[in-house]
């Protein structure tokens, strides 16, 4: 029997990884054209632009586990295909059949969740608007996180992450008062009497960050591993993880060698993790004005050469609200987080009320974190993490140009940059405030967040 047939009665079984390669195997030695390899699934078609793969890359191809295979069309549904079946005519009616030129299976997260590579225009036009975003980008369903392709490399310890009774994680959508927060618990759980040796270390450190890893990825691979980090924001993490290896995750070994309690910060939905993260720790979870949030992430994408925004607030608004940018829907980490907001380790904050009444926000904290400061201590806290000194020791004046767009940082601020809220009002036009108002009401859920913003 002839490796076509041999894999097409593999069709309709659970595949392993290990029959996944064997069928996989049968098909692509079997004489087959070399522009015309294929891959094994028993799922839907899924589809790319058209590429070619050499041999060399076809062999790296198989041996990779199934999360990281790309490429190829499917034919293990092909039941009817035997040794005389002509194989380019059955590629030639699947691409007609679905209106694409090649096909491809979409890459498995740990939880069963997938990642789908965004169509060709929108990685062409990502490449334009963010040019200093490298790689491809996906978007992991059903969450709709928007990640690069390097996420592969970090999703399984990210979402494994073993969560501690005694951690406080920090849960946000990009620029919704997340760093501020950050501050706030850290200096109440670690620096209350104002007594700590350390506190102006560089907050990755003392707070890390659970994705920093996947969203540096790149830039790190540009620089000798030395060099990298020796950048302000990680120049203490050899310190605090002696072990620290390159080819890993190094937020994730930073966090993971903290003996202390952990204050931790994320930017990815409850899904992103294993399910039992909320019965196991406790949860902070910022919301801010989406019109507040998606102007600040358009100066964040500006600085930060990660990203290297350079196109309109027009752009950028219709990226928002079509939950392309890089952590995606400000919707669904908001919908996922108030499905739990009655678990007794979940805690609700706005940035509004906090920049109203921080005063009040902290009494609330010191309840939900059992920390029992004292109204001196909360005070004290206060003034530890006002927008003066927050400014002041503002994270990012320590990186070189490797990081920051510099003029972008002069003209127009650094990472901490107003602290104000209703920023947006008079600087959106109408069709941009429309476009908003109609993501606000069809993206959100709550009752509570509906009434704050709409």
């Not at 999360?67 to 194989?87: K, P, V, Y």
């Not at 975003?133 to 690069?148: D, Q, Y």
């Amino acid at each position: 029997m002839s490796g076509h047939a041999q894999a097409a009665e593999l069709s309709g079984q659970e595949l392993t990884n290990e029959r996944y390669n064997e069928a996989a195997t049968l098909c692509v030695t079997d004489s087959l054209p070399s522009t015309s390899k294929v891959n094994i699934s028993t799922k839907n078609f899924h589809h790319l632009n058209n590429s070619t793969h050499s041999e060399q890359k076809r062999k790296e191809n198989i041996n990779q586990p199934s999360c990281l295979r790309t490429g190829w069309a499917d034919i293990a549904s092909l039941t009817a295909l035997n040794e005389t079946d002509n194989f380019e005519r059955v590629c030639s009616e699947l691409r007609k059949a679905d209106n694409d030129a090649q096909l491809i299976e979409l890459p498995k997260f740990s939880g069963g969740r997938i990642a789908e590579e965004l169509p060709a225009e929108q990685q062409e036009a990502y490449k334009k608007d963010f040019p200093g975003t490298l790689g491809k980008i996906f978007r992991i369903k059903p969450c709709g996180t928007i990640v690069t392709e390097a996420y592969k490399y970090f999703d399984e310890d990210i979402y494994n992450f073993k969560f501690r009774p005694d951690d406080v994680l920090v849960m946000t959508y990009p620029k919704c008062g997340t760093t501020w927060t950050q501050e706030i618990i850290w200096n109440m759980r670690n620096n209350p009497n104002l007594d700590h040796p350390n506190p102006h270390e560089p907050l990755f450190a003392r707070s890390p960050f659970l994705d920093l890893d996947f969203l540096m990825y790149e830039v790190m691979q540009k620089v000798p591993f030395d060099t990298f980090i020796a950048e302000g924001m990680l120049a203490s993490f050899k310190a605090r993880c002696p072990t620290l290896h390159p080819k890993k995750g190094l937020s994730i070994q930073v966090a993971e060698s903290q003996t202390e309690p952990r204050t931790l910060k994320t930017h990815l939905a409850f899904s992103s993790f294993k399910p039992g993260l909320i019965d196991t720790c406790k949860v902070v979870f910022v919301m801010r004005h989406p019109k507040d949030a998606v102007l600040s992430y358009q100066h964040h994408s500006r600085l930060i050469k990660s990203h290297g925004f350079v196109s309109t607030q027009d752009v950028f608004v219709k990226y928002f609200v079509e939950d392309l940018l890089m952590s995606g829907s400000y919707g669904n980490i908001v919908n996922e987080a108030m499905k739990v907001k009655s678990h007794p380790n979940m805690h609700l904050m706005y940035y509004e009320d906090m920049k109203a009444d921080i005063g009040a926000e902290l009494r609330r904290l010191n309840d939900f974190l059992g920390t029992k400061l004292t109204a001196k201590q909360l005070k004290n806290v206060e003034e530890q993490t006002s927008f003066n000194n927050m400014q002041k020791n503002d994270p990012l004046t320590t990186q070189s140009a490797n990081m920051i767009n510099e003029d972008v940082a002069k003209k127009d601020g650094g990472f901490i940059r107003n602290g104000l809220t209703g920023v947006w009002k008079g600087k959106m036009t109408q069709q941009q405030e429309e476009m908003m108002d109609k993501y606000i009401a069809q993206s959100f859920h709550d009752p509570e967040f509906k009434a704050r913003y709409q």
